[in-house]
């Protein structure tokens, strides 16, 4: 019994269908309690007033928008080193979900530096690289849909993910060095002089739970879609050669 | 039951309504396909044990 | 590969259109831009650098498909892959005829077409140098991206899409190098940096581009 085993897909959708429900109630129940909790029972902060209730938003979607990439970029490699399917349409599968965590990001950051900042949208470090990873998000998803082979698919987007990680970072050198930053410093971090107070961190991690278990849920129920959707390519074109 | 949000409603009502309509869509959109997907493979295999 | 060099050089310059278009590409950008921000001299000045870059970048993209669409279509690229030469050799032969045909006419152009936009006298042997670095990259970098589509039928909206993002780092410590060349300030580190990242994308993106004109060709 290893991991690998989950490679085979009709063992993934065995086992991913037994799971999803489990996994989308918690995520269910994690986005209600943490929302829910921030929204309701916590104090404003004394410089932001009621817009910090929005970190309960931005910083769930912020993280998962870069770990969405991350998990891309293994599961990319996995396709490349052990050519595993279901590994490469999980990465398919999760690239929409993770631009759609940037845009949340973006927008709720624009909507928060409004009245913060004073204005929508500043040439920051941290909001340009989200853009930045934005595009790349765009540039993958274009690259799935326009290759029709699935295996040349999984092949080339599997490449470009992995180059464009490094220059994804390279970007988000190169930009902190272009221009200095009104953002703030990291929300979470181990450093507790750094952390955000603690009646914001107890439901931001449940929200941060929620969104991760969310990301989940949706990655297997597409990554099944995608396995359904490749057989029954595979099986129409049995069909049409027969 | 609403709380007081001050002067800043709108910025944080608008934030969350962003947000949340976002993921509903994606979920809806999700969900949708999936179902879709499903029903065409049965079909799809059906018809070639029928046959 | 000299050969395989020439040929390419020979193709471009025979067939016309690819060698000076570009070209024409970048000094109408250039002519456009007062139309759209005004005739203030301070104004264009300010913004030169910056803008003879994307220029720059943008007449490199509009070339870039035609580096492996040809070859492809009359199977030159299947006879190249199957030659005992290495096919990161060939990609990277074919990346320099890109330089060559496109980023150096580019180069060289580039000053001249500051004259237009007024940028300062100290920003000439700056703007100059950092393209000169510069382009490469953009060269190699828009190679993976032609590598990467070219089997595609609507391969050119998809070339931009994917090439832009990657050209981000270039551009940034480019157009920084030279704005600060402009206005008199030390420029060694944006410099050194853009040298950097010119670097290692001459030596690692051939291989990544090699290994996708395989999977193309397959």
Same mark, same amino acid.
């Given at each position: 019994?290893?991991?690998?085993?989950?490679?085979?897909? %009709? *063992?993934?959708?065995?086992? $991913?269908?037994?799971?999803?429900?489990?996994?989308?109630?918690?995520?269910?129940?994690?986005?209600?309690?943490?929302?829910?909790?921030?929204?309701?029972?916590?104090?404003?902060?004394? *410089?932001?007033?009621?817009? %910090?209730?929005?970190?309960?938003?931005?910083?769930?979607?912020?993280?998962?928008?870069?770990?969405?990439?991350?998990?891309?970029?293994?599961?990319?490699?996995?396709?490349?080193? *052990?050519?595993?399917?279901?590994?490469?349409?999980?990465?398919?599968?999760?690239?929409?979900?993770?631009? $759609?965590?940037?845009?949340?990001?973006?927008? $709720?950051?624009?909507?928060?530096?409004?009245?913060?900042?004073?204005?929508?949208?500043?040439?920051?470090?941290?909001? $340009?690289?989200?853009?930045?990873?934005?595009?790349?998000?765009?540039?993958?998803?274009?690259?799935?849909?326009?290759?029709?082979?699935?295996?040349?698919?999984?092949?080339?987007?599997?490449?470009?993910?992995?180059?464009?990680?490094?220059?994804?970072?390279?970007?988000?050198?190169?930009?902190?060095?272009?221009?200095?930053?009104?953002?703030?410093?990291?929300?979470?971090?181990?450093?507790?002089?750094?952390?955000?107070?603690?009646?914001?961190?107890?439901?931001?991690?449940?929200?941060?739970?929620?969104? %991760?278990?969310?990301?989940?849920?949706? %990655?297997?129920?597409?990554?099944?879609?995608?396995?359904?959707? *490749?057989?029954?390519?595979?099986?129409?074109?049995?069909?049409?050669?027969? | 039951?609403?709380?007081?949000?001050? #002067?800043?409603?709108?910025?944080?009502?608008?934030?969350?309504? +962003?947000?949340?309509?976002?993921? +509903?869509?994606?979920?809806? +959109?999700? +969900?949708?396909?999936?179902?879709?997907?499903?029903?065409?493979?049965?079909?799809?295999?059906?018809?070639? #044990?029928?046959? | 590969m000299r050969a395989l060099l020439w040929r390419d050089l020979a193709l471009a310059v025979r067939a016309?259109?690819g060698f000076?278009?570009?070209?024409?590409?970048?000094?109408?950008?250039?002519?456009?831009?007062?139309?759209?921000?005004?005739?203030?001299?301070?104004?264009?000045?300010?913004?030169?650098?910056?803008?003879?870059?994307?220029?720059?970048?943008?007449?490199?993209?509009?070339s870039?498909?035609r580096i492996f669409?040809l070859d492809?279509?009359?199977?030159t690229l299947?006879l190249l892959a199957?030659a005992p030469l290495p096919l990161e050799g060939i990609v990277a032969v074919k990346a320099l005829a890109h330089w060559i045909t496109t980023g150096l006419p580019?180069?060289?152009?580039?000053?001249?077409?500051?004259?237009?936009?007024?940028?300062?006298?100290?920003?000439?042997?700056?703007?100059?140098?950092? &393209? &000169?670095?510069?382009t490469p990259?953009?060269s190699v970098?828009g190679t993976?991206?032609a590598?990467?589509?070219?089997?595609?039928?609507?391969?050119?909206?998809?070339?931009?899409?994917?090439? &832009?993002?990657?050209?981000?780092?270039?551009?940034?410590?480019?157009?920084?190098?030279?704005?600060?060349?402009?206005?008199?300030?030390?420029?060694?580190?944006?410099?050194?940096?853009?040298?950097?990242?010119?670097?290692?994308?001459l030596?690692?993106?051939p291989?990544?581009a090699a290994?996708?004109?395989?999977?193309?060709?397959?």
């Amino acid at each position: 019994m290893s991991l690998w085993e989950y490679a085979n897909p %009709v *063992r993934f959708i065995r086992v $991913t269908d037994r799971v999803l429900p489990v996994v989308a109630a918690s995520a269910l129940g994690c986005l209600v309690v943490g929302l829910v909790w921030g929204f309701f029972f916590t104090p404003d902060d004394y *410089r932001q007033g009621s817009t %910090v209730k929005i970190i309960y938003l931005h910083v769930p979607a912020a993280l998962m928008a870069i770990n969405a990439w991350l998990m891309m970029l293994v599961a990319s490699l996995i396709w490349v080193v *052990r050519r595993h399917h279901v590994s490469a349409l999980a990465a398919r599968a999760a690239a929409p979900v993770g631009a $759609t965590m940037t845009v949340i990001a973006l927008a $709720t950051g624009a909507i928060w530096g409004q009245p913060m900042w004073g204005t929508w949208w500043a040439w920051d470090p941290r909001l $340009t690289s989200f853009l930045i990873l934005f595009l790349f998000y765009l540039g993958y998803m274009a690259l799935w849909e326009a290759i029709e082979n699935d295996d040349s698919a999984a092949d080339l987007t599997s490449i470009l993910c992995l180059v464009g990680s490094v220059f994804a970072l390279l970007s988000r050198y190169a930009v902190n060095f272009w221009n200095q930053g009104l953002h703030q410093g990291a929300s979470l971090s181990l450093d507790k002089e750094e952390n955000v107070a603690d009646v914001f961190y107890m439901p931001l991690l449940v929200c941060i739970a929620g969104f %991760v278990l969310l990301f989940v849920a949706l %990655v297997f129920l597409r990554t099944q879609t995608e396995i359904r959707a *490749r057989r029954m390519r595979a099986i129409l074109a049995r069909e049409r050669m027969a | 039951m609403i709380p007081d949000l001050g #002067k800043y409603a709108g910025t944080v009502l608008s934030a969350y309504g +962003v947000s949340l309509v976002l993921i +509903v869509a994606l979920v809806l +959109v999700s +969900v949708w396909r999936a179902r879709r997907v499903r029903a065409a493979l049965d079909e799809v295999e059906r018809r070639r #044990k029928s046959a | 590969m000299r050969a395989l060099l020439w040929r390419d050089l020979a193709l471009a310059v025979r067939a016309g259109g690819g060698f000076g278009l570009g070209l024409a590409f970048f000094l109408i950008v250039t002519v456009l831009v007062p139309f759209g921000v005004g005739p203030e001299t301070a104004r264009l000045s300010a913004i030169a650098p910056g803008i003879l870059w994307i220029g720059a970048l943008l007449a490199c993209l509009l070339s870039l498909d035609r580096i492996f669409a040809l070859d492809f279509e009359d199977g030159t690229l299947d006879l190249l892959a199957t030659a005992p030469l290495p096919l990161e050799g060939i990609v990277a032969v074919k990346a320099l005829a890109h330089w060559i045909t496109t980023g150096l006419p580019l180069v060289a152009a580039a000053p001249a077409l500051g004259i237009f936009l007024s940028l300062p006298g100290p920003g000439y042997p700056w703007l100059f140098l950092s &393209l &000169l670095i510069g382009t490469p990259a953009l060269s190699v970098i828009g190679t993976f991206g032609a590598a990467l589509t070219v089997g595609l039928k609507r391969g050119g909206l998809l070339l931009s899409l994917l090439v &832009l993002p990657l050209y981000v780092p270039t551009l940034i410590f480019g157009a920084e190098a030279a704005r600060r060349g402009a206005a008199g300030l030390p420029v060694e580190t944006p410099l050194l940096l853009l040298a950097g990242v010119s670097a290692g994308a001459l030596a690692l993106l051939p291989f990544a581009a090699a290994a996708v004109l395989r999977v193309s060709l397959r």
